[in-house]
C-alpha cells in the first residue's frame, strides 16, 4: 500500500497554508516561489482579481472558490515575502483587517444605530474619512 507524504491530507487548515507558502518560499522549495518579489507578483494578483471578477460574471460557484483560493494564495505568498524582509505578517494582515472591520461597523460591533444601508455606508465613510485625517 503506497503511503501518503505528510503533505496529503483529507483538509487542509489556514495554518497548513502558512507552512505550505513558508515551505514554497525556503531553500528547498519551489525555485519559482523563491525568486518572486512583491514587484514581480504585482501582475499575478491582478490576473487572480480578474478570474474571479469573471467566475462571479459567470455565476460559477466552483471557479470562483478556486480563484478566491487563488487571490488567497497572493495574499499568503505576498504577506510571506514581507515577513521575510521583515516588514509584517500574515498575522499582522488578518489583525490588521480584523480591527479595520471592528472599527468602521460600530453599528454592529458597537452602540451605534443606523436605519438604512445609507446610514452604514455613511458612517463607513466618515469614519474611514477621521482615520485618514481628512476632514468630513
Not at 518560499?25 to 474571479?52: F, I, M, Y
Not at 515577513?83 to 460591533?109: A, L, N, Q, T
Amino acid at each position: 500500500m503506497e503511503q501518503k507524504s505528510r503533505w496529503e491530507k483529507e483538509h487542509y487548515s489556514f495554518d497548513d497554508l502558512r507552512e505550505i507558502t513558508a515551505v514554497l518560499r525556503s531553500p528547498e522549495g519551489c525555485p519559482w516561489d523563491r525568486e518572486q518579489t512583491l514587484e514581480s507578483l504585482q501582475k499575478h494578483l491582478k490576473e487572480e482579481a480578474q478570474e474571479v471578477f469573471q467566475a462571479v460574471e459567470a455565476r460559477d460557484m466552483e471557479n470562483l472558490c478556486e480563484e478566491l483560493g487563488d487571490v488567497l494564495f497572493q495574499v499568503m505568498i505576498n504577506s510571506q515575502i514581507a515577513s521575510e524582509k521583515g516588514h509584517f505578517s500574515v498575522d499582522d494582515v488578518i489583525d490588521g483587517i480584523c480591527r479595520k472591520m471592528v472599527r468602521r461597523h460600530p453599528h454592529v460591533f458597537g452602540d451605534v444605530k443606523v436605519n438604512s444601508v445609507e446610514e452604514g455606508n455613511a458612517l463607513w465613510k466618515l469614519i474611514k474619512m477621521q482615520e485618514k485625517g481628512k476632514k468630513p
